[in-house]
Nanobody
Framework: QVQLVESGGGLVQAGGSLRLSCAAS????????MGWYREAPGKQRELVAM???????NYADSVKGRFTISRDNTQNTIFLQMDNLKPEDTAVYYC?????????WGQGTQVTVSS
């Protein structure tokens, strides 16, 4: 069973930064891609950023230029560096790992940005 453990969420003022981590129990190259989604109160879960096995990245328009997704293959961990945070970035952030037949989700980590 694949486990994804997120960390790094918290409370930060607008303009600040946070770095989220997601540690996988399987080698990250066993997944076709890994990334981050977020879910704000009353809203649908939405894509934030994805990183493919080959290194291609995909970002939501709302975070382009502010967020950066990366990985450490030796630690089986992906990261989301979030800079210039805005109150509208407040949400629970979920790590996702994709295989052809199944998606795996982490438990989520809360990010709150105060104005």
């Amino acid at each position: 069973q694949v486990q994804l453990v997120e960390s790094g969420g918290g409370l930060v003022q607008a303009g600040g930064s946070l770095r989220l981590s997601c540690a996988a129990s399987s080698h990250i190259f066993s997944f076709s891609s890994m990334g981050w989604y977020r879910e704000a109160p009353g809203k649908q879960r939405e894509l934030v950023a994805m990183l493919s096995n080959g290194g291609a990245t995909n970002y939501a328009d709302s975070v382009k230029g502010r967020f950066t997704i990366s990985r450490d293959n030796t630690q089986n961990t992906i990261f989301l560096q979030m800079d210039n945070l805005k109150p509208e970035d407040t949400a629970v952030y979920y790590c996702i790992a994709r295989r052809t037949i199944k998606d795996y989700w982490g438990q989520g980590t809360q990010v709150t940005v105060s104005s």
